[in-house]
C-alpha cells in the first residue's frame, strides 16, 4: 500500500516548482513560500516512506503500471531511505537560508525546487537509464543556480561545469548503452542477474563498468575530474554553494554505491579485482591530492571546495573496499559530510556578508567579534577533521576499520595521512579565528564599516541557527551512529551478498 | 578490414563523432565551439544506440493486428535516444544562455581573453 505512495518522492517537488512559477505570477513573496511549504511535505513524506522502509524493508513501485523490467522501477531501500530523508531536509535547511541571504525571483525557486526533484529521483531510482535523465535534471538545475549570482564570473563556472557535468554524464549514459547491449534491459536488479549470464569479464561488461564509474566520479569531483568544482563552489551564491556541497556531489557518490552493489554487485570485483585495485587506488590518489590542494588555497571557500574532493575520495574509497564496515562507514560520512560542509558554507557566507573576509588571513580575530558563529563552526570543522564523538570520526573510523578488516592497510595509511592534513588547513583556520589579532578588515567593519554600502554587525538569526544546528547534529549524529548501524545493517547486507 | 568497414561502418561513424566532439571541446577556444562540440559528443552516443538497435532486415517495431511480422527493430533505444536529445537540447540551451551571459560582461568568447580578464578582477 505505502509502496503506492514512493512515486511522490519526485512528483512533490516537481509540482512545486510549477506551482512556485504561478505563485510568482501572482505575487513577488509567492515562490519561497510555495518552496518552503513543498519542501516541508517531502521532509514528512521522506521521513514517512524513509522510515518504513528502514523498519520494515524495501519498498518498490512500478511507475504508471508498467511491471519492472519492463516499466521503470522506483525503489526505496534502507541507504535510499537516509539519502532521501538526507536531500529532504538540508534543502529545506538552507532555504531558509537561502530566503534570508540571497533572495532570488521565481526562476531561482523553481531552480531549487527541480534541483530537489532531480537528486530526489537519482536517490530512489531503479533505473539506470531513469538515473540519467534524473541525473541531468539535478544538472540542468544546478548550473543554472550557479549562474544565478548573476556576475559574469559565476556565468563561467557554471559553464565550465556544465561542459564538464554534461561529459561525465554522456560517459555514464555511453555505460548504459553498452549494458543494454550486453543484457537488453535497463533495471538495476535484473541488471545485476543477466550481467553475470554474459559473464564479468565480457568486453561489453567491462566497458560499461568503466564508463559509469569514469562518469559518476566526475559528477562526484574526484581528482583529476574535480576541475570543474572549485570554480563552481566558490562563485555560487552562498546559499547556492551550501546547497550543491551537501547534496549534488552526496547523491552523485550514493549512485555510485548503487551502480557497484545493486547492478555489477560484489560477485563482479571478485571476478575482476583490478576494477576494485583501480578505484581505491584512484579514490586514494583523492584523498591525498584533495587535502593537498586544500593546503595551500587562501580562499576559504575555494579550501572547503578542495576538502570536498578528498571527502569524496574518503567515501569511494569505502564503497570500493566493500566490507560490511566500509560501506557503512562510506554511507555514515556521505551524510556527515553534506551536513558539515554545508553548514561550514552558510558560515563563510555568512561571515562574508558580515566583514568582507573571504581569505583565510581574513578571518583573524573573527571569534572574537563572532563568539557563536566562530564557535559553531569550529566544532563544525573539528568534526570534518575527525575528533570523536563527532560523525567525521564515526565515518572515518568505519572506513579504516572496514579497511583493515580486508587487508588493504594501505588504504588505513592514507586516511590517517589526509586527516593530519584535513587538521593542517582546519587548525590554520581556527588559529586566525580564535588567536590571531582581528585583521584591518574585521576591525574596520567593527568600527562602523567604511567598507562597500553597510554590513550588518551580527549574523542573521537564520543563518547563526542553521551553522548551530549543523554543529549540533554533526557531534549528535557521531553519537547515534551505532543506531544508524543496527538500521542499515540488513540493507548492506543485502546489498554486499549478491 | 575491409570486411569490418564495410559492416561496423556505423561503429566506426560512433568512434569518429566522440573523437571529434571530445577534440573540439578542449582544443577551440571559443565558448560556442566547445557548446557545438558538445552536441557532436552527444550525437556519437545517440549514433551509438540507435546502431544497437538495428537488426538486419528489421521492421518498424508496429505490430500489426493478428502479430507476427518480425524481425523487428528494437524500439527501447530509439525512445531512450528521444529523451536524451531532449536533455541534450535544454542543455544547449543553457549553455547558450550562460555564453550570452558571459558575453554582456566581459565582451569576449574567447577563452584565453576570458582567463586574462577573470584573473585580473
Redesign the interface.
Known amino acids: 500500500m505505502i509502496d503506492t505512495f514512493v512515486p511522490l518522492l519526485v512528483a512533490v517537488p516537481l509540482l512545486g516548482a510549477l506551482l512556485a512559477v504561478a505563485a510568482g505570477l501572482l505575487d513577488d513573496r509567492g515562490p519561497p513560500v510555495v518552496a518552503a511549504l513543498t519542501l516541508l511535505g517531502q521532509v514528512g513524506l521522506a521521513g514517512w516512506i524513509g522510515s518504513r522502509a528502514l523498519l520494515e524493508g524495501p519498498l518498490s513501485n512500478g511507475v504508471g503500471g508498467f511491471v519492472a523490467p519492463y516499466g521503470i522501477e522506483l525503489v526505496v531501500d534502507g541507504v535510499s531511505a537516509v539519502v532521501v530523508s538526507l536531500v529532504a531536509v538540508v534543502s529545506l535547511g538552507v532555504l531558509f537560508y537561502a530566503v534570508d541571504d540571497d533572495p532570488g525571483g521565481t526562476a531561482f525557486y523553481t531552480e531549487y525546487l527541480l534541483l530537489v526533484a532531480g537528486l530526489s529521483g537519482m536517490s530512489v531510482t531503479g533505473d539506470v537509464?531513469n538515473l540519467?535523465?534524473f541525473l541531468?535534471i539535478s544538472?540542468?538545475a544546478t548550473?543554472?543556480l550557479v549562474?544565478s549570482a548573476g556576475?559574469?564570473?559565476s556565468?563561467?563556472a557554471?559553464?565550465k561545469y556544465?561542459?564538464f557535468g554534461?561529459?561525465a554524464a554522456?560517459l555514464y549514459?555511453?555505460g548504459v548503452?553498452y549494458a543494454?547491449?550486453a543484457t537488453g534491459t535497463?533495471n538495476m536488479a535484473d541488471l545485476s542477474v543477466k550481467l553475470a549470464q554474459v559473464g564479468y569479464d565480457s568486453p561489453l561488461v567491462l566497458a560499461s563498468f568503466g564508463f559509469i564509474v569514469v562518469g559518476l566520479a566526475t559528477k562526484a569531483a574526484l581528482f583529476p575530474l574535480h576541475t570543474w568544482q572549485p570554480d563552481a563552489y566558490n562563485d555560487a551564491p552562498d546559499s547556492v554553494s551550501a546547497l550543491i556541497s551537501a547534496l549534488v556531489s552526496t547523491v552523485a557518490a550514493y549512485a555510485l554505491l548503487r551502480l557497484l552493489y545493486t547492478v555489477y554487485t560484489p560477485a563482479f570485483f571478485e571476478a575482476v579485482p583490478v576494477a576494485r585495485d583501480a578505484i581505491v587506488a584512484f579514490a586514494a590518489l583523492s584523498i591525498v591530492a584533495g587535502s593537498v590542494l586544500a593546503v595551500v588555497q587562501s580562499e576559504v571557500k575555494r579550501m572547503l571546495a578542495y576538502s570536498s574532493v578528498s571527502q569524496y575520495g574518503l567515501v569511494v574509497v569505502g564503497l570500493a573496499v566493500g566490507t560490511p564496515a566500509a560501506v557503512f562507514g562510506a554511507v555514515v560520512h556521505l551524510v556527515g559530510h553534506a551536513i558539515m560542509k554545508g553548514g561550514l558554507f552558510v558560515a563563510a557566507g555568512t561571515i562574508d556578508d558580515l566583514t568582507g573576509a573571504t581569505t583565510v588571513d581574513g578571518y583573524a580575530g573573527l571569534a572574537d567579534r563572532f563568539p557563536f558563529l566562530g564557535g559553531a563552526s569550529a566544532v563544525l570543522m573539528l568534526a570534518m577533521v575527525g575528533v570523536p564523538p563527532a560523525v567525521g570520526f564515526a565515518g572515518k573510523w568505519y572506513i579504516a576499520l572496514g579497511a583493515v578488516r580486508a587487508g588493504t592497510w594501505p588504504v588505513a595509511v592514507v586516511i590517517f595521512a589526509s586527516t593530519l592534513l584535513t587538521l593542517a588547513y582546519f587548525a590554520l583556520l581556527i588559529e586566525r579565528m580564535f588567536v590571531a589579532p582581528a585583521s584591518p578588515s574585521v576591525r574596520a567593519a567593527a568600527d562602523g564599516g567604511e567598507g562597500e554600502g553597510e554590513r550588518p554587525d551580527r549574523p542573521s538569526r537564520v543563518a547563526l541557527a542553521l551553522v548551530v544546528l549543523a554543529a549540533v547534529v554533526a557531534v549528535v549524529l557521531g553519537l547515534v551512529v551505532t543506531n544508524l548501524q543496527i538500521a542499515l545493517e540488513p540493507t548492506i547486507d543485502t546489498l554486499l551478498a549478491s | 578490414m575491409i570486411d569490418l568497414v564495410t559492416t561496423r561502418y556505423t561503429y566506426i561513424v560512433v568512434v569518429l563523432l566522440l573523437a571529434i566532439g571530445a577534440y573540439v571541446m578542449i582544443e577551440s577556444d571559443n565558448l560556442v565551439k566547445k557548446i557545438i562540440g558538445l552536441n557532436v559528443f552527444q550525437t556519437g552516443i545517440f549514433v551509438f544506440f540507435i546502431t544497437s538497435a538495428y537488426h538486419v532486415n528489421g521492421r518498424s517495431p508496429v505490430v500489426e493486428s493478428g502479430g507476427g511480422g518480425g524481425p523487428f527493430v528494437s524500439p527501447l533505444p530509439h525512445v531512450l535516444i528521444l529523451t536524451a536529445i531532449v536533455v541534450g537540447v535544454s542543455l544547449t540551451a543553457v549553455a547558450l544562455g550562460l555564453v550570452v551571459r558571459i558575453h554582456d560582461s566581459y565582451g569576449t568568447l574567447n577563452e584565453d581573453t576570458l582567463s586574462e580578464v577573470l584573473t585580473d578582477d
Open positions: 537509464f540519467y535523465v541531468e544538472g540542468l548550473y543554472a549562474a556576475t559574469g564570473r556565468a563561467v557554471a559553464l556544465l561542459l554534461t561529459v554522456s549514459l555511453l548503452g543494454l547491449i535497463l
